[in-house]
C-alpha cells in the first residue's frame, strides 16, 4: 500500500518540505511523489527531500480566474523545473505583469499558510 | 493497430453552437435536433431501428445542468430504447474519442451501424464557475491547487514556445483572424463575422475606430484572459451538439453512394500536469496518435487535404500543425502569419472556423469535426469547401494534451 499521497505531500509543505518519491530501481525522482515510477515501471519508491530552488520553464499571468482566487488577479503562475530534477506548478508571487519574469527566470520555493493548507509557491530569486 | 472492418460514415448533422440561441434548450433537446439532422442527411435513408448502439461524448452535464447518466437520456429522447448507450468523457476530447470507440465498435463486427455523438450545454454557469468547471480537466491537486486555470495552462505552453522558437503573439492573432474569417463562411458557426467587423461594432459602443486587426486585437477591447493570451485568442464558451452515423463499409453502400471513409485512427494520452512532461513546446500525444492514424491510413502529413485540428485557444493550433508534421516544429505560426493554413493555403486549416469561431461545445467538438470532414470530403461545405479535398484529418484534445485522438478520413 503506496504512502505517496497528495494528502502525504500536503501535509510535508506544513513543515515546510518538498517532499517527492524516488525511484529504488532506477533512481529517477518523481515530483509530487507518485506510487508507480513512470519511468522503469517500479512501485518500488521511497520518499526524498528536493531542494526549491529552480528555474522558470512556462508560466503565465491570470485575469480570469478560478473563483477561489478572484481576490488575487493579476497573479502569476508557473511550472519550475528545479535544480534537483523534477518541475512541479506554483503560483509565482510577487509578479504581475507578464513582462517582470521570463522563460528562464530563477525561482527559490516558498511556503504560504492558508487557512486549511499550505501551498508551494515560488518567488523570483 | 489495423481494423479488422472497413467502417465509413454515412450521415452527419450538428446544431448550430452558439452562447444565447439554446438558452431555452437543454442537452437533450439538442442532441435530438443534432442526431436527427444526421438521420435526414443519410442519402438513402436510415431508419432509427437500423441504428444499434449510440456513444456520447460529454464533458460535465454533471456541473453543467446537474444531470449525469447523459448517454440513457439521450437514447431515451432519440427513441432508440433498448438500443446500449454509453457515455464517454475525455475532457474536450470526449466525442472523438466516442468516434474512436464507435470505430471499434463496428469494426470489432458486434454491430453494422451505430450513432456517435456529442453534446454540451454550458451556458447555465455564471464565467467563474464555467472557469472551474473547466479546470477540472486539468490536474486538480497540482496545477489547479496551485492556481491554473485552463486558459492559463495554454497560456503556459505559448510562453515555452514563444522562449524555444521566437513565436509570436502576432502570429497569434493571424490565427484568430483566420478562423473568423472562415466562421463567417459557415452558417453553423458561433460567431459569424470578420474580425474588423466585429472590431468596427464593438469599437461603435466605445465611441473607438480601428485601422487594422492587429490595432483592435491589442487594444482594451481585447483583455488579456491569462498572459500572453487574450479574449480573442480563447474560444468561446458554446451549447450545441453534433452526431455522425457509422456503418461497416459491407452495408454502408445500402444508405450512400458516397460513404466518407474512416481510414485511420489514433489515441494516445501524456502526463496530466504540465510539468510532468519532458516537453512543453509539444504535445506528445498528438504526434503519438498522428503518427498511428497516418499508419493505418498508409498516408503522411503531406497528403493530407483539409484539417480540423484542436484550436481552444490559438497556440493549440500552432502546436497542432506542428505536431501533426505540416511544418516544422517552431515554424506553426510563421506559417499561419503567411497565409498556409487559410483557406486557400497549401495546407487548408480549420476551415469551419475552429474551435475559436465555431464555438466549442466541449463535449461536441469532435463529433462536430467529424461532420464537417464528412461535408468537405463530400464537396458540400458550401461557402468554406476546400477545393478538391479528398483526404481529411481530425485532431481532437483533451483539456492540456493528456488524451489526443485523430483520425484520418477519406473519399
Redesign the interface.
Known amino acids: 500500500m503506496t504512502d505517496m499521497t497528495?494528502k502525504a505531500f500536503n501535509d510535508f509543505l506544513r513543515e515546510c518540505k518538498i517532499m517527492g518519491s524516488r525511484c529504488k530501481g532506477c533512481g529517477e525522482v518523481h515530483?509530487?511523489p507518485r506510487p508507480v515510477c513512470?519511468e522503469c515501471g517500479s512501485r518500488d519508491l521511497e520518499w526524498v527531500e528536493v531542494n526549491g530552488e529552480g528555474v522558470l520553464?512556462?508560466?503565465?499571468?491570470?485575469?480570469?480566474?478560478?473563483?477561489?482566487?478572484?481576490d488575487?488577479i493579476?497573479?502569476a503562475?508557473?511550472?519550475?523545473r528545479l535544480d534537483d530534477g523534477?518541475?512541479?506548478?506554483?503560483?509565482v508571487l510577487g509578479v504581475t505583469?507578464?513582462e517582470k519574469i521570463?522563460?528562464?527566470s530563477r525561482m527559490r520555493a516558498e511556503f504560504v499558510k492558508e487557512k486549511e493548507r499550505t501551498?508551494?509557491c515560488f518567488r523570483p530569486a | 493497430m489495423k481494423l479488422s472492418r472497413g467502417v465509413a460514415v454515412v450521415g452527419a448533422g450538428m446544431t448550430q453552437f452558439h452562447h444565447r440561441i439554446h438558452a431555452d434548450k437543454a442537452s437533450r433537446e439538442l442532441f435530438v435536433d443534432a442526431a436527427f439532422e444526421a438521420v435526414d442527411s443519410v442519402d438513402n435513408g436510415v431508419e432509427l431501428d437500423d441504428i444499434e448502439a449510440l456513444f456520447v461524448g460529454n464533458f460535465s452535464s454533471d456541473l453543467f445542468e446537474r444531470q449525469t447518466h447523459t448517454a440513457a437520456l439521450m437514447a431515451d429522447w432519440l427513441g432508440l430504447n433498448p438500443k446500449p448507450s454509453t457515455r464517454v468523457e475525455d475532457a474536450c476530447a470526449s466525442s472523438g474519442v466516442a468516434v474512436n470507440m464507435g470505430v471499434l465498435a463496428v469494426a470489432s463486427g458486434a454491430y453494422d451501424v451505430v450513432m456517435v455523438g456529442g453534446v454540451e450545454k454550458m451556458r447555465n454557469l455564471s464565467t467563474e464557475e464555467t472557469t472551474d468547471t473547466l479546470a477540472m480537466a486539468a490536474d486538480g491537486a497540482y496545477e489547479v491547487g496551485a492556481g491554473f486555470t485552463f486558459p492559463g495552462l495554454y497560456a503556459a505552453l505559448a510562453s515555452a514556445h514563444f522562449a524555444r522558437y521566437g513565436s509570436t503573439w502576432e502570429q497569434l492573432a493571424a490565427i484568430t483572424v483566420k478562423n473568423h474569417h472562415n466562421g463567417a463562411l459557415n452558417p453553423k458557426a458561433h460567431f459569424q463575422s470578420e474580425i474588423m467587423e466585429t472590431a468596427s461594432k464593438m469599437g461603435e459602443r466605445q465611441g473607438l475606430a480601428f485601422r487594422d486587426e492587429l490595432e483592435f486585437l491589442r487594444s482594451p477591447l481585447n483583455p488579456v484572459v491569462a498572459y500572453p493570451l487574450r479574449l480573442f485568442d480563447c474560444c468561446p464558451v458554446s451549447d450545441g451538439a453534433a452526431a455522425v452515423i457509422l456503418a461497416a463499409e459491407d452495408v454502408a453502400r445500402r444508405f450512400t453512394d458516397t460513404p466518407v471513409h474512416v481510414r485511420g485512427i489514433g489515441q494516445a494520452s501524456d502526463a496530466m500536469a504540465l510539468h510532468d512532461r519532458a516537453e512543453l513546446t509539444a504535445l506528445r500525444a498528438t504526434k503519438l496518435a498522428s503518427s498511428q492514424a497516418y499508419k493505418m491510413a498508409g498516408v503522411e502529413a503531406a497528403d493530407i487535404d483539409v484539417a480540423d485540428v484542436h484550436d481552444c485557444f490559438t497556440i493549440a493550433e500552432v502546436l497542432a500543425t506542428e505536431d501533426l508534421g505540416f511544418f516544422p516544429k517552431g515554424e506553426g505560426g510563421k506559417a499561419a502569419a503567411e497565409g498556409r493554413t487559410a483557406l486557400d493555403g497549401d495546407r487548408p486549416v480549420n476551415p469551419d472556423g475552429g474551435l475559436k469561431a465555431k464555438g466549442h461545445p466541449v463535449g461536441a467538438t469532435g463529433a462536430a469535426m467529424a461532420y464537417e470532414m464528412f461535408k468537405q470530403l463530400r464537396g458540400e461545405a458550401g461557402r468554406h469547401q476546400v477545393d478538391g479535398a479528398t483526404t481529411g484529418l481530425v485532431q481532437n484534445v483533451g483539456a492540456s494534451g493528456a488524451t489526443v485522438v485523430v483520425q484520418v478520413y477519406g473519399r
Open positions: 497528495v515530483l509530487p513512470t520553464r512556462a508560466y503565465t499571468v491570470i485575469s480570469v480566474p478560478l473563483t477561489r482566487l478572484k488575487r493579476p497573479y503562475v508557473g511550472v519550475v523534477p518541475s512541479i506548478s506554483g503560483m505583469s507578464g521570463a522563460v528562464g501551498t508551494l
